[in-house]
Structures are given as structure tokens and as C-alpha cells.
């Protein structure tokens, strides 16, 4: 196989030594629906149909082909000069059952997502009108400490430029994992990384403005408080006290606690509210709540609202 597998971008076939697939039809996960949508900023379509990114420390190419689930798994760089192409990385040499877990945890492919569609679609005629143009939207299962640090820094911002802000991050404070194409590759950055006394600082020099200071302020509220595995933890907390500790955070507000809650710590019932989450209530569903501004009364209320129409995991659907 070629040093540098991200050329091989027209078939997973071309190289099957190096890939794996998992069985994943499209109505339980759409690769370009998902890792698009903002849950995540560490993927990029590579190539068409193909999707490359950061997670657990490695870098993945991923891609659909039927009713497969395709990844490939790159490990980091040589050490050796000698060895090296232009900037290429080596195969992983990772077991093949760990990376099926890290993907199905990731996914959270355990949960099936068509019988999902079908109760939501019962109970709402809205949601049935348009999850036929969205099949396999789920909700990914995200590192607890990248989540939260990335979502900081989602306030009044959009996707691009968001995922632009994220990619500086992790190039000034991550872990070099590898180079593909040209294109260098870092781990997202540990806590300890971010509470260096110069932090606030050169996060504002990479253009993080005031998020800067919400960044390493809970990076060391964090640090010196619950730590990243109590963090972690949370997920085996009720989802009030998992969004109460988080909100105590600098720089993080209901809709912020409530993505993390959402996309790392396992509160399927999270619904981040937003001004568009709230028009959608207000005009589509007739939902009479707040005045001309999204109140934290009008917040909650509408996540109840939602809740009650679409059950337990009506986190999950309100991202279809």
C-alpha cells in the first residue's frame, strides 16, 4: 500500500489491508449528515464521500459504501528520517476489535436509530414531514474535555469559522500526531495544556477574542476542581446536577451545558436551545413562550416542551 493512504481515496477496496467496515446502513448513520452539522469540528470530506479526522488521539478516514461502515486508522509519525516519504504517516498498529469499539462508541451504533424515527414520526407530524430528507442523523458520543472546549467556543459564531478556531487550537496546544497530504494533524489539547499561565494569552493572539479567558478559566476551574475524569463522571449524574455543574463553568451558559450534556455525557433528554430553536417553537409548533427575547424561563420551558413530545432522547431528536 502506498506511504500516503490519503491518495487512495477511490475505493476503501484499494487498499484493503488497511481498511476495515463495520455493517452500518444509511438510515442508521449518514456520514455527511453527522460530521457536517456542527456536532463536531475536527472533520473534513478529504475527498468526496470520504471524511478524515481526529478522534481518540489518532486520525481516521472514514467513508459509507452501502450498507458498510469503512474506516482506515493512521498511526503517528516515524521517528525515522530515513523512513519517511514527504510527510507521511504509518499504519496503526492498533487491535482491530479496539477500533470497531472506538467507532460503535463513537456513533453510539448500539442504539438503533430507525425505531427511534418511527415513535418520534408517530407523535410529531412535523418531525415525520422532514426526517425523510435527513435518514440517519445521530448524536455522536464525544470526548467530555474536547466537547466542552469546543462548544465555549460556539458562542456567536458559525460552523466554518468555529471549526477554523479549533484547528488553531489543537495546531498551538496539541499533540503532532501526523501529516497526510501535506497536512499536518494534532490531538485535541489536554487540560493541563490550557492552564499554563500564558493561555489566556495566546489564545487571544490566535483570534479567540473573549473566549480566551473563558477557555483557560475552566480549564483551571476544572483542573482545580472536579478534574477530567470527574468531569467524565458526570455522565453518571442526572442530567440537572451534570448541566448545573456546568454552568458554573466561566464562559458557559444553558445552551452550551446543555450540548455537552448532550454530546458527551450521555443526557439524551438535553435540548440546546437556540434563537432558531426557538422560532421553530414559536411558529411551527405554536408553542407560546417568552417575549421578544429568549429568556432562561422561556429556555427551560421550551426543552420541556420538547421532552414531552419527543421522550427520552429527545436530544437526539431534535437534531434531525
Known amino acids: 500500500c502506498s506511504p500516503t493512504p490519503m491518495k487512495l481515496r477511490d475505493t476503501p477496496s484499494a487498499c484493503p489491508s488497511l481498511w476495515r467496515w463495520l455493517p452500518c446502513p444509511p438510515a442508521e448513520l449518514r456520514l455527511d449528515l453527522v460530521l457536517s452539522s456542527g456536532q463536531s469540528f475536527r472533520w473534513w470530506e478529504s475527498s468526496p464521500g470520504a471524511w478524515t479526522g481526529v478522534l481518540g488521539g489518532r486520525v481516521w478516514t472514514l467513508r459509507q459504501d452501502g450498507d458498510r ?5 493512521y498511526g503517528e509519525e516515524d521517528e525515522h528520517e530515513e523512513e519517511r516519504d514527504e510527510c507521511p504517516a504509518k499504519a496503526a498498529k492498533l487491535n482491530a476489535a479496539e477500533t ?59 460552523i466554518s469559522r468555529i471549526t477554523a478556531m479549533i484547528e488553531r487550537l489543537c495546531q498551538a496546544f496539541g499533540r503532532r500526531l501526523c501529516c497526510l497530504d501535506s497536512r499536518p494533524f494534532h490531538a485535541f489539547p489536554s487540560l493541563s495544556a490550557l492552564t499554563g499561565a500564558d493561555a489566556e494569552a495566546r489564545l487571544r493572539a490566535l483570534g479567540f477574542g473573549y473566549r480566551a479567558k473563558f477557555v483557560s478559566g475552566s480549564a ?15 455522565r453518571t449524574a442526572p442530567y440537572a446536577e451534570a448541566r448545573r455543574v456546568l454552568c458554573a463553568l466561566p464562559g458557559v451558559g444553558a445552551k452550551v451545558a446543555d450540548c455537552v450534556c448532550l454530546l458527551s455525557l450521555d443526557k439524551a433528554e438535553a435540548v440546546p436551545v437556540d434563537t432558531h430553536v426557538w422560532h421553530i417553537a ?20 421550551i426543552g420541556d416542551f420538547f421532552r414531552g413530545l419527543w421522550g427520552p432522547r429527545a436530544g437526539w431528536a431534535q437534531a434531525v
Open 69 to 73: 461502515l469503512w474506516y482506515t486508522v
Open 100 to 158: 470497531d469499539r472506538i467507532l460503535r462508541d463513537y456513533f453510539q451504533l448500539d442504539v438503533g436509530l430507525s425505531p427511534l424515527y418511527h415513535a418520534w414520526g408517530a407523535a410529531d407530524p412535523l418531525f415525520r414531514k422532514v426526517a425523510n430528507d435527513f435518514p440517519g442523523v445521530r448524536v455522536l458520543r464525544q470526548d467530555p474535555v474536547e466537547c466542552l472546549f469546543s462548544f465555549i467556543c460556539t458562542s456567536n459564531n458559525h
Open 220 to 234: 483551571r476551574a476544572i483542573a482545580e476542581g472536579l478534574g477530567s475524569e470527574g468531569l467524565c463522571q458526570l
Open 282 to 301: 414559536r411558529q411551527r409548533y405554536g408553542v407560546a413562550l417568552g417575549g421578544k427575547s429568549l429568556t432562561p424561563r422561556a429556555y427551560q420551558e
